[in-house]
């Protein structure tokens, strides 16, 4: 009796190890089943599409066989990876453990376990190379692990740098600093110039700004000036944009007592709202919030506030002369905003009168005096277009304005193109005077 005793507590005693043994024993043979199946199968001629689907399927159905052995036996569940080449289940089994004692590590706890998951990864890395590599860089920033992923080993430099310049470049808010490491200085700067567009606040444009200029003077060895080298000059001049935009901020909230775009617009142009309420709605309320909030304002939208909402015009101007100089495109709708409204500036009807009993000097003194003749001499003196008064023109559609602004609606788009329409038929009812065409034929010539 009591050697059945004994015999009945041996076999309570190693039921839950072999029960552990069984189940580790399962789950191989139905990864080994499993990839059986996929050898077959992956000689089939299928499409790209077909063969991702079936890997995907493959992927998850053995993480579902494998994860959660690491409550039975977890380095069972590691070898089983191993020995598939699970790198996905391999990944999650790594960082499962290396998340726990990162925490404890920060509140800064000395971990063996953390120190154990970096060197367990590495050793992952040297033996199954780029494969386990990029899945585990792929985990790191599908988690935001971004300092873990640029926390890579000596002995992973090569292969992190292959990593973040695929698909076009991997996160470029970071991967600048892998290139400086490297002393790929060309590199960070070509990066960090990406990253200038890409970002949202003058802050963040301006940040990447000074970088990359370090960046690209390390590759030059030394100090290059922005009128012999093209980056410095694209970063030059995006700087200056930005010092404009910061200016214009003080500017406006200097004369407001509350920010916001009404007040301001009140401030610049009390008739705006009156006149043109499409355009200071749905396009010149938007621009001057996101001036307000430190925004990036977009080189058109900036010609849409300096010509509607500025009496300095010869800033207009200078501004439209940098955007041209740096971006290759048609800035056509921004210089027949500019020409149009520096002419709608003033009262011309009273002007012309005024000539009909005037010297030639004084009338020359008067042009002098006008918007019209600030564009005309900043613009010839700059060298950009010179628009005749046909030209002032808008040749807008709505498709263009939607274009320009995708968030607006329909009827957003139409207040917008009546807008538009009515400055055009003041300055065709202008240039019907006769008088009007020799004023600016003479405004021309008293700047050859």
């Given at each position: 009796m009591e050697m059945d005793d004994d015999v009945e507590i041996v076999e309570a005693?190693?039921?839950?190890?072999n029960l552990k043994e069984?189940?580790?024993?399962?789950?191989?043979?139905?990864?080994?089943?499993?990839?059986m199946w996929m050898s077959v199968i992956s000689r089939e001629t299928v499409s790209n599409a077909e063969r991702d689907k079936r890997y995907a399927t493959h992927q998850d159905?053995?993480?579902?066989?494998?994860?959660?052995?690491?409550?039975i036996d977890q380095e069972a569940a590691f070898s089983l990876s191993e020995a598939y080449r699970d790198f996905k289940s391999l990944v999650n089994l790594c960082l499962l453990e290396y998340e726990q004692s990162e925490k404890l590590q920060r509140r800064g706890k000395v971990v063996v376990q953390y120190v154990k998951e970096q060197q367990r990864m590495l050793k992952?890395?040297?033996?199954?190379?780029?494969?386990?590599?990029f899945t585990l860089y792929d985990a790191f920033l599908e988690r935001g692990m971004l300092r873990n992923l640029m926390d890579q080993d000596d002995s992973c430099d090569q292969l992190l740098d292959e990593y973040l310049k695929m698909d076009g470049g991997k996160v470029p808010q970071v991967a600048w600093l892998q290139d400086i490491k490297?002393?790929?200085?060309d590199g960070a700067a070509a990066t960090l110039w990406g990253l200038v567009g890409m970002e949202k606040t003058l802050a963040g444009k301006t940040n990447a700004l000074s970088i990359a200029k370090l960046a690209h003077l390390a590759a030059c060895g030394g100090e290059v000036s922005p009128d012999e080298d093209e980056f410095m000059f694209m970063i030059s001049q995006t700087q200056d944009l930005i010092l404009l935009q910061e200016k214009l901020y003080t500017d406006y909230?200097?004369?407001?007592?509350?920010?916001?775009?009404?007040?301001?617009i009140l401030s610049q142009n009390p008739t705006?709202?009156?006149?043109?309420?499409?355009?200071?709605?749905?396009?010149?309320?938007?621009?001057l919030r996101k001036l307000l909030d430190g925004v990036w304002v977009e080189p058109e939208e900036l010609m849409e506030l300096l010509t509607m909402c500025s009496s300095d015009f010869l800033t207009t101007v200078e501004v439209l002369a940098i955007i041209v100089k740096m971006i290759n495109q048609d800035f056509g709708v921004s210089f027949r905003n500019l020409w149009r409204r520096a002419w709608l500036k003033d009262n011309w009807e009273d002007i012309l009168r005024k000539t009909e009993t005037s010297t030639d000097e004084q009338i020359e003194e008067m042009l002098q005096g006008t918007t019209l003749y600030t564009v005309a001499e900043v613009s010839i003196k700059k060298g950009i277009s010179v628009l005749s008064p046909k030209e002032w023109i808008s040749q807008d559609t709505a498709e263009d304005i939607l274009t320009r602004y995708p968030d607006l609606t329909t009827s957003q788009v139409h207040a917008v193109f009546s807008d538009l329409q009515k400055e055009n038929q003041m300055v065709m009812a202008g240039m019907k005077n006769a008088k009007m065409g020799e004023a600016y034929q003479k405004i021309l010539l008293m700047l050859k």
């Open positions: 005693t190693e039921t839950p190890q069984q189940v580790c024993e399962l789950a191989n043979c139905l990864l080994k089943v499993e990839n159905l053995s993480a579902r066989i494998i994860m959660p052995l690491i409550d992952y890395i040297k033996r199954f190379g780029r494969e386990f590599a490297l002393e790929k200085y909230t200097s004369v407001s007592r509350v920010n916001t775009p009404d007040s301001i705006l709202m009156g006149k043109y309420p499409g355009l200071y709605q749905f396009v010149l309320s938007k621009v």
